[in-house]
C-alpha cells in the first residue's frame, strides 16, 4: 500500500474471520468491556454500557442462539432492565453512518416471569415529537412442534397428490400434506400404529369438485373420513 509523501503503509497483523458471506459489524473503534471473537464467531463487537436509571441481570443457564443472527449465548446471559415497570426503556446515540439498521434481542432470562398468552407492544411519541407513533406493518411468526417423521409417503407423495391432479385442485397443496400443518381440505393427520403419519381424514365439499370419485382414494388406506 503507498501513502502521500515517501512514507509508505505497512499491515504489521491481519487476522481473518469465517463469515460465511453474512453481515459484518459496522464499528470503528475498539469498546471497554466488549465481547468479540472468538465469541461470536463472526467478531461483531459487544460492549456494556453502564448506566445508573438502569439494572443489569444475568444467568449462568446458557441461550440458545437464534439461527438468523446467531447472536452470541454469552451476550444474550446479560440484559439491562428498568428499575420499575413504569420507566421506559430508550436508547439514543449518535449516527455515524447514512443508513443503519437496529436489531433488538430479547431473552426472557428472569426468575418468577409469568407466563402468559398475551402479548403487548406499545408505541409512544416522545415529549418533544410533533407526529404521533406510526406502524406500517407488522410481522407475527410461531414455531410449530414438528412430528418426528414426514407423511408416509404413499400417502403424502403418491396418494394425495394424484388426488390433486385429478381434479386439478388449486389450494395451495405444495411440500409436505401433514406437516407442520395439514393443507387446506386434509383436516386431520395422526400417528398409525407403526409411528407413520397418516392422513386420517379429507373434507373438500366446498372445492367444487366435480366428476367421478377418484380411485387413488382407496390409496389412503389409513382415511376414516371422506
Not at 449516527?95 to 416471569?113: G, Y
Not at 402479548?119 to 412442534?145: F, H, K, Q, V, W
Request: proline share 8%; aromatic share 8%.
Amino acid at each position: 500500500m503507498s501513502a502521500l509523501g515517501c512514507a509508505t503503509h505497512c499491515a504489521l497483523c491481519i487476522g481473518l474471520r469465517p463469515v460465511n458471506g453474512v453481515r459484518l459489524p459496522l464499528c470503528h473503534h475498539v469498546p471497554p468491556k466488549m465481547k468479540r471473537y472468538p465469541d461470536d464467531k463472526y467478531d461483531r463487537w459487544w460492549s456494556t454500557n453502564d448506566t445508573s436509571w438502569l439494572t443489569y441481570i444475568s444467568t449462568s443457564s446458557a441461550v440458545t442462539p437464534d439461527q438468523e443472527f446467531e447472536t452470541p449465548s454469552l451476550v444474550m446471559q446479560t440484559a439491562a432492565a428498568t428499575l420499575s415497570t413504569k420507566q421506559p426503556l430508550f436508547l439514543n446515540w449518535t449516527s455515524i453512518h447514512s443508513t443503519e439498521f437496529v436489531i433488538l434481542h430479547f431473552a426472557e432470562i428472569q426468575d418468577n416471569i409469568l407466563k402468559t398468552d398475551r402479548r403487548d407492544i406499545t408505541l409512544e411519541a416522545t415529549s418533544n415529537s410533533t407526529l404521533p407513533p406510526l406502524l406500517n406493518a407488522i410481522e407475527l411468526y410461531g414455531s410449530a412442534p414438528v412430528p418426528a417423521g414426514p407423511t408416509y409417503a404413499p400417502d403424502g407423495i403418491t396418494a394425495i397428490n394424484s388426488i390433486k391432479d385429478d381434479y386439478d385442485i388449486r389450494l395451495g397443496w405444495v411440500a409436505d400434506p401433514c406437516l407442520p400443518y395439514p393443507w387446506l381440505g386434509i383436516t386431520h393427520c395422526s400417528k398409525d400404529s407403526n409411528n407413520n403419519t397418516r392422513i386420517m381424514q379429507i373434507d373438500l365439499s366446498g372445492c367444487g369438485l366435480r366428476g367421478p370419485l377418484s380411485d387413488h382414494f382407496a390409496h389412503l388406506t389409513a382415511l376414516k373420513y371422506l
